[in-house]
């Protein structure tokens, strides 16, 4: 795309090409520098919640719901997902991305294969909840908006509904690749 946009240009108005790339990526070092203290605070925050039991607090109220959704026993792996959960709940993906590598290297099981509660995981930090779009926001807020948390709600809503649609897409497949080998390992038997 921006080497589609590059040659449009140089086609166009080939004297601003330059002038429109240093422009652009001004503009990106700026915004970038806007969204670092946002991310250095809920970065902060996760720290404090994990150094302080909170986590853990976290862990045990969502373990019900990690158990259920993602298969996995190992306290240490539920805690490292619910403190990735929790923080995509808040709308800092970013903050949220160091406890989900933690979280896949815990879930890899040495196969080289993605396992269901790793599919699991990354289709729920896609689709995250999001009770409060904190990065967007920030982004609305740098960007000028008059209001902007009034996407609250419908980013709320819509995040619902994808995330409720990504789980059972994961649990139907993973149902149908369950049965297609049941049927594989009876044709097996069979032979």
Same mark, same amino acid.
């Given at each position: 795309?921006?080497?589609?946009?590059?040659?449009?240009?140089?086609?166009?108005?080939?004297? #601003?090409?330059?002038?429109?790339?240093?422009? &652009?990526?001004?503009?990106? $070092?700026?915004?970038?520098?806007?969204? &670092? =203290?946002?991310? =250095?605070?809920?970065?902060?925050?996760?720290?404090?919640?994990?150094?302080?039991?909170?986590?853990?607090? $976290?862990?045990?109220?969502? *373990?019900?719901?990690?158990?259920?959704?993602?298969?996995?026993?190992? @306290?240490?792996?539920?805690?490292?997902?619910?403190? /990735? +959960?929790?923080?995509?709940?808040?709308?800092?993906? /970013?903050?949220?991305?160091?406890?989900?590598? @933690?979280?896949?290297?815990?879930?890899?099981?040495?196969?080289?294969?993605?396992?269901? =509660?790793?599919?699991?995981?990354?289709?729920?930090?896609? %689709?995250?909840?999001?009770?409060?779009?904190? %990065?967007?926001?920030?982004?609305?807020?740098?960007?000028?908006? =008059? /209001?902007?948390?009034?996407?609250?709600?419908?980013? $709320?809503?819509?995040?619902?509904? %994808?995330? +409720?649609?990504?789980?059972?897409?994961?649990?139907?497949?993973?149902?149908?690749? !369950? @049965?297609?080998? /049941?049927? *594989?390992? #009876?044709?097996?038997? !069979?032979?």
């Amino acid at each position: 795309m921006m080497l589609a946009s590059i040659l449009v240009l140089l086609v166009t108005n080939p004297s #601003a090409v330059l002038s429109e790339m240093i422009s &652009c990526s001004a503009d990106a $070092l700026e915004l970038c520098i806007e969204l &670092c =203290a946002i991310y =250095a605070i809920w970065l902060g925050i996760m720290e404090l919640v994990d150094a302080s039991g909170l986590a853990e607090k $976290l862990a045990r109220l969502l *373990r019900p719901l990690i158990k259920k959704i993602f298969r996995v026993e190992d @306290k240490e792996t539920q805690k490292l997902i619910a403190m /990735n +959960v929790s923080a995509n709940l808040l709308g800092i993906g /970013n903050a949220a991305t160091p406890m989900g590598i @933690k979280s896949m290297k815990a879930l890899d099981d040495g196969s080289g294969k993605a396992t269901f =509660a790793i599919i699991m995981l990354i289709v729920i930090n896609a %689709t995250s909840i999001q009770l409060l779009p904190t %990065t967007i926001i920030g982004l609305r807020q740098s960007a000028g908006s =008059a /209001n902007p948390a009034d996407i609250i709600f419908p980013t $709320l809503l819509v995040t619902i509904f %994808t995330t +409720v649609l990504g789980i059972s897409l994961v649990i139907f497949i993973d149902k149908i690749l !369950k @049965k297609i080998k /049941n049927k *594989r390992k #009876a044709v097996e038997v !069979k032979k």
